[in-house]
């Protein structure tokens, strides 16, 4: 079984779903609500255990009844825990639309641990910027081993970290924030020349854009909810090059897993799993 170690943010959502997003002051209505569990690495991390990965989750969680919640939550979705307790649990608010579109307001927590735990072993390594020292340590092991090590490229991106990755892939948002440039094929190009490994960026439904020239498409799916989607298919990705894919078949693994996603409302329980794929 391909270990995963997935380094980052763990947080709980609080999901409404609207019939339109908010777009002034004013109170607004929902038709549901959901307390699910969420954030960048979190939902990776799950959806790699999901499609078959034995998965280890580094993640901060505050000492509180939000992040006991958490905690057992992630366990129970088959991750390994390797949490750092202290300070208060991240929390977003999430509202998605009927077309699966969706706005985040996002809490990071208050005086979290800095110090990592022990890392175990692992065939690949996916993080998140969101715990800094944890990213580090993790991308500096998986280069001393030869290790593919796969950054998620959101806003807020720092280029050292970067540049210590073997994979950057960026959203759309996250590589026009790090290059300062709004058309994506020159914010590709200057990404690709200031970091030494492969760079890319996902396009939603348009799949992933390779600095190569590599363009893997899409599946064609009707979205009824995309939230999780991106952070599934960075798990998907980095899982399939710890077990020996290439890239493309790892773009075109992830491509799917992600897809399915946005054909499913709801969180960690609609993510596909190894059935899926058979």
Known sequence: MTRLLVCGIAVMDYVQRVDALPTGEGKHRSRSFERIGGGCAANAAVGAARLG????????????????????????????PAFARGGRTPLSSVMVDPAG?????????????????????????????RWPEATEAAFRTARAAGR?????????????????????????PGLRDFTGLDALPAALARAAERLPGEVAFT??????????????PAPRVTAVDTLGAGDLWHGAFALA???????????????????LK?????????????????
């Open 101 to 129: 579109e969706r706005m985040i307001v996002n809490f990071p927590g208050d005086a979290l641990p800095d110090a990592p735990p022990d890392l175990p072993a692992f065939d690949a390594v996916l993080a998140d910027c």
């Open 148 to 172: 593919p090590a796969v950054l998620d490229g959101e806003k807020y991106t720092p280029e050292a970290l970067a540049a210590l990755a073997t994979h950057v892939v960026f959203s759309a």
């Open 53 to 80: 990965g034995q998965v280890t989750l580094v993640t901060r969680l505050g000492a509180d009844a939000t992040g006991d919640e958490l905690a057992a939550m992630l366990e129970g979705a088959g991750v390994a």
């Open 203 to 216: 396009d939603g439904a348009e799949g992933v854009v390779w600095a190569d020239g590599l363009h893997v």
């Open 241 to 259: 090059l710890g077990r020996g894919d290439d890239r493309e078949t790892a773009s075109r693994h992830a491509n799917r897993a992600a897809a």
């Open 262 to 278: 946005c054909t499913r409302p709801g969180g960690w329980d609609a993510y596909p799993t190894e059935k899926d794929f058979r």
